[in-house]
Nanobody, 121 residues
Framework: QVQLVESGGGLVQAGGSLRLSCAAS????????MGWYRHAPGKQRELVAT???????LYADSVKGRFTISRDNAKNTVYLQMNSLKPEDTAVYYC???????????????WGQGTQVTVSS
């Protein structure tokens, strides 16, 4: 089985920073793209940022210049550094990864349990 475990959420004032981490564990042969999504109350889940194995990243327009996604392939871990946080960044943040468990299986998408980020004004 595969598990994605997130950490680093919390309560922060507007303008502050948080760093989220997500570590994948279990039976893992290869990890392709990893990313972060968020789900705010009353809104649909939205993409925040993704990063490929080769470290090519993509960001939502709303977080460009404030958030940075990175990954450590040796540790099967993806990070999200969030700076200049705004109240509208308040949401549950979910980690996502496309993982191949063996050399004979297809890549499949996995999700973490989510971590709450609350930004007070």
């Amino acid at each position: 089985q595969v598990q994605l475990v997130e950490s680093g959420g919390g309560l922060v004032q507007a303008g502050g920073s948080l760093r989220l981490s997500c570590a994948a564990s279990g039976t893992i042969f290869s990890i392709n793209a990893m990313g972060w999504y968020r789900h705010a109350p009353g809104k649909q889940r939205e993409l925040v940022a993704t990063i490929t194995y080769g470290h090519t990243s993509l960001y939502a327009d709303s977080v460009k210049g404030r958030f940075t996604i990175s990954r450590d392939n040796a540790k099967n871990t993806v990070y999200l550094q969030m700076n200049s946080l705004k109240p509208e960044d308040t949401a549950v943040y979910y980690c996502n990864a496309y993982i191949k468990q063996t050399d004979r299986t297809q890549f499949a998408g996995y999700w973490g349990q989510g971590t709450q980020v609350t930004v007070s004004s």
